[in-house]
Structure formats: C-alpha cells, structure tokens
C-alpha cells in the first residue's frame, strides 16, 4: 500500500507522488544540457528536489533522450570536512566512484577513485579525476552535484573553482553538464574561506553558472491530485472543503502537504478509519499535532530564526514594522523558504506562520501556567473575550517588561505576548489565525471558537504598536478602521483593538485602559496595554 512521503526522494510503487519530471520544465533542462551548460537548480528543504534529480538521472540514463551517462551524488558528506580541503575531496570522490558503480556498473570508476592522490594535490584531483573518468567513454557525462551548499569554507571554494576549472575541457575530458543542487543559488554564497580569510562570493567562484533555476511548491491542482489517489487507493475521501484546507494551510510546500494528509490518513503508517470523508476540521486537528510534533523539517527551519539576516527580515513582519534589510537577505529568507516568493512580502503559509510565534514565545510558554480555560467560557459554550482580554492586561503589566527584555524579536515583543497569552487559552479548544502586514504596524489575529453543532464565534483581535515620535491618537484611529476592515473580511462577530503603548515615561495608569468605539458603525473595543 503507498502512503505519504515526509522522509527521502520520492519512490514510485510505495508513495502518493506529483511525478517529478512534470515539476521541472523538461525541456528547458534538456536543452541545457544538449548545449553542454553547467547550472543550479535550488529550492528549500524537502521541496522534492532529490526526487527531481534522480527522476533526471533515470531518464538521461535510459537512452530514451540520447547517449548519457549520468550520476547523482551528494557531497553532504564532506561537511565535516570544513576547511580540510584534502579530506573533503576525497569523500566527493570516492562518494562519486561508489555512484558509478551502482548506477552505472562503471567498476573502473571506483578503482579510479581510489586511485586519485588527493592529499598531495587536494585543489586539483577533482578535476583531474573527473577528467579521467569523462575521458574514458566516449558518451557524454553529466554529473548532479547535491547537497551543494551543506559543505562550507574552503572545501567548498576548492569544490567550485575544479569545476570551474575543468569546464573549458567538456565535453570530451570533463563533464559535459554539472548541476549543483541545494537550497540557495549558488551566486548567493559568502563563503567564509578559513579563519580571519575574505569573504568569497560564491558566483565568482563558480562564474560559468549559465542558469538558475528554482523548483516551486506543488500548485493547487496538483495537491488536490496527490490526495485524489489515496481515495482512489484507499476509498478514503476529503471533502472539498478538506482540499481546499490543505491547500490554505500549506501554500503547496510539499512536505507540508504530505505530511499534513499522513497525519489525517495514516496511524503508524495503517490507514486510520474510512467511515466518513474528512473534512476541514480534520486538517485544522492533523495541523495543529503537526505543530506540537516539531518534526525536523519545522525544526530546521526555526533554528534558522537565530541569524541576523533571518531576523532582519522576519521581525518586521512579526510586528508590522517597516523592513530595513538587503536584497540579498531576502533572498535568502526566500531561498529557506520561509517567505513567499511572490509578493507582497509574507510568511511562506499559515502553518509557518503559526509556528515562528510559537517558537519566539517558547520560554514564555514554558515559564507560563497554562491558563484555565473555564473563566473565559460562558454557560452557553462562548467565549468571554472582554474578560480573556481584561486578563491580559493585568498579565502584560506585570510581566511584559522582563519578558521583553529577554526576548530575541524584541521589535515585535508586546505581538508575541498577547499571542503566547491567547494561545494559552484558545488552542485547548479554538484556533488563532494570524495574519502579518509588513509596513503595517499593525497584527491581525482572528481567534475562532467553536460553540456546539458546527457553530464558531469568530474575534478579530489587531494589535497597533505606539513608539516615540508616534501619535497615540492617530495609531488608535488607524488601528479602528483596520479592525473594522478585517472584521468585515473575515466575518467576525466582534472586533477588538489592542494598543500597545510603548513610548518612554508613561506610566502604567495612563496605559491600561478599555474604551468602546465605533467606526462607520461597525463597534470595536479598544484595549490599552
């Protein structure tokens, strides 16, 4: 029976698959490689790029598209070897004669490897093995280089500058076509070549990149496909709403989107109950253990969320402040797939956007009791949010200041708070949306609460963040009418403004406060903090 795929390349017979050739625009990459061009293909983690490439491999090799020899290897390996340039190289090639071997039956390749002197000459063996090696039949050889960017300093530049060194004698004494593979163009490298040595860029040292190209997340079409055929494999189904659910949350993000259906469909890799179709809420529950489960793709991600250039451009997204980072750090937010590649400048999905705060609060949570979820909840199953956001108030007084001190995002701390108070108790039983606008300076949140009998109580809850040289008033107004905007998009039943007041030399007194306002008639409640 297939399944799911969330770990490795895809295979054929045991997993759900969007074929992966018709990810890549094949005939762009074929002719790249007819006109004997060196280039990269990137795309961030478990996007389905290894399955691209040996899907590649495959076919080059099955003699359906000329006379290749083709092989795949992943230079990952040679990580460890950091700046042990000698070391580093003979791991690529001995990892490059066992591919041969395996793919090929190339036997001689492997003796070849092991012949190849890297420690006397460790800057030169890889071309003079890859010379060999393409030398010694006379069918074009075409290598897939993965994992490119895991290795660091100067391994790496060595690594870039053979390649670039032995491309003047393709085809007939080095590789016709090599393309590099990892999450990041290579033009996007700053090599940090040895302690205390310059800064490498990594397009000057691999300048003969004819083309870049980028693997995209699956559309919508093609994640309502994968789906389609576990209920025609299964009889399982999901409902429209279901689909289209899977598709809000994940944006297309490939292991997003099997790993949220494994969740739903699978329990121990048995498939789980088909007594009826599955639904939105279904996905919304298989998201949020998704979450709590932290697997290693969500964990490698928010590890990043320590960098500077990370943080350059995630933070103002958190709070709704304006952007003050470069081209090249978008790019490579973008590249780690953490942002959408197309504009306006966003989180990449609602399931990333849900996670980054979480993280960013995760001593807060820690260091917080989970708060009771009863007093918030009325006789009739709904939620009292005056009283839930009264109680925050008291909470932010007293413990804002040491919180937000401590924090990493400090720009978008006050956000953080409320969202780390309100998850505390929404999630037991609703769910917080989040919506970011950068330039904004504002936080959308829309809280929903279930009430019985498929019945939601709907909140939007926006945060506006007051700082020196900034009108209170003016915030407040600004703030109103976006509350009302998005109560009126999301069809909620009450609006609430939160307004952090973060200016020098106010007092407590003068921030906490509670007003009832109105805005081209539409009531929303305004709460100082």
């Not at 041969?100 to 002197?117: C, Y």
């Not at 598709?247 to 007594?275: H, I, K, S, Y």
């Not at 490579?332 to 953490?338: A, E, I, P």
């Not at 989180?347 to 979820?373: C, F, K, W």
């Amino acid at each position: 029976m297939r399944r799911f795929n969330t770990a490795g390349p895809v295979r054929e017979g045991e997993h759900y698959m969007v074929p992966p050739l018709e990810r890549l625009d094949l005939e762009a990459v074929l002719a790249m490689i007819r006109a004997q061009a060196y280039f990269v293909l990137h795309a961030p983690r478990q996007t389905g790029k290894t399955s691209a490439l040996l899907a590649l491999r495959a076919l080059l090799n099955s003699g359906s598209v000329g006379e290749y020899r083709c092989a795949y290897v992943n230079v990952e390996i040679a990580q460890t070897a950091r700046e042990d340039v000698a070391l580093a190289i003979r791991s690529i090639v001995n990892r490059i004669g066992r591919e041969a071997q395996i793919t090929l039956g190339d036997a001689e390749t492997l003796a070849l490897a092991r012949d190849i002197d890297t420690r006397s000459d460790p800057n030169g063996a890889l071309v003079e093995f890859l010379s060999r090696w393409a030398a010694a039949d006379p069918r074009p050889l075409i290598l897939f280089i993965d994992e490119i960017d895991a290795m660091v300093g100067d391994s790496l530049v060595s690594v870039l500058r053979q390649l670039r060194t032995g491309y003047t004698s393709r085809p007939r004494h080095f590789p016709q076509s090599v393309v590099l593979c990892g999450i990041r163009d290579v033009r996007d490298y700053r090599i940090q070549a040895g302690p205390g040595k310059e800064v490498i860029v990594g397009g000057s040292a691999f300048n003969v990149r004819a083309e870049s190209l980028r693997l995209g997340d699956f559309t919508r079409d093609e994640v309502a496909s994968l789906l389609a055929q576990h209920t025609t494999e299964t009889g399982q189904e999901f409902a429209p709403e279901a689909v289209e659910a899977v598709w809000d949350q994940t944006g297309g993000q490939p292991w997003l989107v099997n790993a949220l259906a494994f969740q739903m469909c699978f329990e121990r890799f048995m498939v789980r109950l088909r007594d009826r179709p599955l639904t939105a809420r279904d996905v919304m529950a298989a998201r949020e253990e998704l979450i709590l489960r932290n697997d290693t793709h969500i964990d490698q991600l928010v590890d990043k969320l320590r960098e500077p250039r990370v943080r350059r451009v995630i933070e103002p997204l958190l709070s709704g402040g304006e952007g003050e980072h470069s081209h090249a750090d978008y790019t490579y937010v973008r590249d780690l797939g953490l942002i959408a590649s197309a504009k306006p400048l966003r989180i990449a999905n609602p399931i990333y956007g849900e996670v980054l705060p979480r993280v960013l609060t995760s001593v807060l949570h820690d260091e917080m009791a989970r708060q009771p979820t009863a007093p918030y909840v009325g006789a009739g199953g709904g939620l009292k949010m005056n009283r839930l956001l009264s109680a925050f108030q008291d909470f932010f007084r007293q413990n804002s200041e040491h919180w937000i001190e401590r924090a990493q995002y400090r720009e978008a701390g006050p956000q953080l708070v409320l969202q780390a108070f309100l998850h505390r108790v929404v999630n037991a039983t609703g769910r917080i949306e989040r919506e970011y606008a950068l330039g904004s300076r504002r936080v959308d949140l829309l809280i929903v609460w279930p009430t019985g009998d498929g019945a939601e109580q709907r909140f939007v809850v926006e945060c506006k963040l007051v700082k020196d040289g900034r009108s209170h008033s003016r915030a407040t107004e600004e703030g109103l009418a976006q509350t009302a905007a998005y109560m009126d998009t999301s069809n909620a039943d009450a609006g609430h403004l939160v307004v952090f007041d973060m200016r020098k030399g106010r007092t407590w007194t003068e921030k906490i406060y509670r007003a009832e306002r109105d805005f081209e008639g539409t009531p929303v409640t305004v709460w100082g903090a």
